[in-house]
């Protein structure tokens, strides 16, 4: 197995089939066949279904593809290392982050990266924590910000803060007062959430009351913007954080009460791949992200608690 068989079937993995993958690496289809029939007869496994309309992943095939993935961007990594120079940072660096986070120091870290660093150059993406994940596990990303993230042994988990979180909707909905509301008082509320699975996870480290949320919950959506026009609209009210409400939060439109009896917190962590060697322009952004996540805390624009690594 060598860098070329990885190409040739991460190819045909995205184009589905021979002829296509074989265009986009200027191959003949003859040549990319033998490759890929050498790589399935080390490996000793098949890779894909041959059918009529192109090539299906078979189990073995989704699980390579991660590996592939990771093998390339490990390659990818280390010859961008060679390259780089402590006194001058260069390069490409990813970044996924949660919409929260992205509203709290998404633009300082652009902002400080263009200044202080223009020949770096970098990517954020914005989305739900599942997203995110998933991103830094294919590795579309080199580093993601995420609320409570499921232990995985392709990925390094750091906590960074936790987040305390509230019922947030409009005034007359969620009581007409900013007074602490206990847990079972939520549960009678009409609930919009975010939709079940890993983007729901983010909302509790405890599954039993996560559970007994998503039973409740009326409306369930995967887009915080959606969310935020229903809760504006008085379509229900929801559990949240002030960060990720924070714009209606702080034009009254809408309110918040701290949930007590239990108190519900997320743990917010930095999220990288476990089995690749960061590069320079890595570490340094990832230190900058880190300090400026700090600095938006100790300040009080993030209603949050540092952990020690942060």
């Known amino acids: 197995m060598n860098t070329r068989h990885l190409t040739c079937f991460l190819a045909i993995y995205e184009e589905r089939t021979i002829s296509a993958a074989a265009e986009k690496l200027r191959l003949s289809v003859s040549a990319l066949s033998h490759h890929l029939s050498n790589l399935e007869q080390d490996l000793g496994v ?27 961007a490990a390659m990818q990594t280390a010859e961008k290392a060679m390259r780089a120079t ?17 509203r709290a120091v998404g633009f300082d870290l652009v902002d400080r990266i ?13 989305g739900l924590s599942s997203a995110v ?62 939709a079940q699975g890993l983007s729901a996870q983010a909302l509790t480290r405890n599954r039993r009351l996560l559970k007994q ?22 379509l229900g009210v929801s559990v949240a954080t002030f960060q990720i409400f924070s714009e209606g939060l702080a ?10 009896k ?30 400026l996540i700090e600095q938006s805390v100790r300040t009080g624009r993030w209603r949050a608690e540092l952990t020690n690594a942060a």
Request: overall charge neutral; some cysteine.
């Open 46 to 72: 098949e890779l894909f279904t041959r059918q009529r309309r192109g090539m299906e992943p078979t189990a073995d095939g989704e699980r390579f593809h991660i590996h592939a993935h990771a093998i390339l």
């Open 86 to 102: 402590r006194d001058h940072v260069t390069g490409h660096v990813s970044i996924s982050m949660a919409t929260s986070v992205i």
């Open 114 to 126: 263009s200044r202080e660093h223009p020949d770096l150059r970098l990517t954020v993406n914005e």
């Open 133 to 194: 994940l998933g991103d830094v596990q294919s590795g579309k990303a080199d580093l993601g910000v995420a609320f409570n993230p499921q232990a995985s042994d392709l990925l390094r988990v750091t906590p960074i803060l936790t987040e305390d979180m509230v019922l947030v909707g409009r005034p007359g909905l969620v009581g007409g007062t900013g007074d602490p509301i206990p847990f079972q008082d939520v549960l009678t509320k009409r609930l919009i959430l975010l």
């Open 213 to 234: 949320l998503e039973e409740r919950a009326n409306l369930q959506v995967n887009s915080v913007q959606t969310m935020h026009a229903c809760l504006l609209a008085g």
């Open 251 to 260: 034009s009254g439109a809408l309110q918040a009460r701290p949930i007590i």
């Open 262 to 291: 239990p108190r519900l917190d997320r743990f917010m962590c930095l999220v990288e791949p476990r089995h690749r060697i960061p590069t320079y322009a890595v570490e340094h952004t990832r230190k900058l992200l880190l300090g």
